[in-house]
């Protein structure tokens, strides 16, 4: 079955810091690929998508991704986080073959001290 | 345009007791689908719908129904509630391949 893995449940940064949550996803066919937000009492919102070309895409509030197909990977990264960044992110793949579900991974909460 | 709305945003119910969640967006997305997020366990697929008159199965579809009369609405039937149904579930909807439209959510709890 297809998996999506998010290693890290809890991240504690920094304001500043930099940022790099993991996200792997176990299928080998054509995929696309998203990060999503969900800020605190609010509903998942899309951060960025990747559906074909660069690899490395950019999205809204300075995040981005890259793309790895050979580690099936879609790394997101921001270089300084701010503290309205605390939110639970979630990674998500669409498999172009079949029909349009998604699968997302757990999560993973990130909270930013000012 | 008000994308994908939930109704209600917060219930309780109790064991035995039936109800409907509501969905519907007007986006004329062909795909409508339903998840419930528990903490640890992310997003998982209750049922979803790639057009009128067809509904099918996700990871979790016990203890729910689903239905597609129109492309703009979606609802989800609770028909006996159970503890292990309480958690705030999300409707979401997509042109095909598109990213998912989410609503505001719906917090459910049974005792």
Known sequence: AQSVSQHNH???LSEAASLELGCNYSYGGTVNLFWYVQYPG?????????FSGDPLVKGIKGFEAEFIKSKFSFNLRKPSVQWSDTAEYFCAVNIRDTGNQFYFGTGTSLTVIP | NAGVTQTPKF????TG???TL?????MNHEYMSWYRQDPGMGLRLIHYSVGA???DQGEVPNGYNVSRSTTEDFPLRLLSAAPSQTSVYFCASSYSRSPLHFGN?????VT
């Open chain 1, 10 to 12: 809890h991240v504690i």
């Open chain 1, 42 to 50: 609010q509903h998942l919102q899309l951060l960025l998508k990747y």
């Open chain 2, 11 to 14: 219930q309780v119910l109790k």
């Open chain 2, 17 to 19: 007791q039936s109800m």
């Open chain 2, 22 to 26: 509501q969905c519907a967006q007007d």
């Open chain 2, 53 to 55: 008159g067809i509904t």
């Open chain 2, 105 to 109: 959510g719906t917090r459910l709890t």
